[in-house]
């Protein structure tokens, strides 16, 4: 095996983890249905005169969502960091490659050019989203809660009205 035959395999990781650093899935994804749902509630609660004490419970779920991103993007940080340093890290393992293209690699060093292209990404962004997810669960309840006490609970009995 030579280094030339892993230039591919570094350059994916070196997009990997730049890509992975640089979006934010869980923030645009994870977060639009309880984003929608304030949303539709606030619609709905502007019409009703009677709703004061829900239009409380609907600015105290606006104001948890808004410390949930801010606890989210904090931590998101601390992953772009570690994500970029590694494409950091590939980045200069492809100059080496580009210059020693025809010597020969050791099963040892093909194989940390391998793990390090292929795995710390996916695994940061799954230990984020479902750590964001598992966070996120209470105040999407209570979101829930609010809407079926606000429209009535869902016909769950697969009947239209």
Sequence with gaps: MKYGDFSSLVQLGVGLHAGTALL????????????RAIARLKYALSDQDAALDNLGRLSQLEAELSIFKI?????YKKYMKCN??????????LVYIAFYNDDTISVGWALILAVLSCIPAPITLAVLWFDAARQIRPLRNKVSR?????????NRSGNLA
């Design 71 to 75: 606890q989210l993007f904090n931590e």
């Design 24 to 35: 934010q899935l869980y923030g645009e994804f994870g977060l639009q249905p309880v984003e």
């Design 146 to 154: 609010l809407e079926d006490e606000v429209y009535g609970p869902p």
């Design 84 to 93: 970029l340093a590694i494409a950091g890290i590939l980045t200069a393992c």
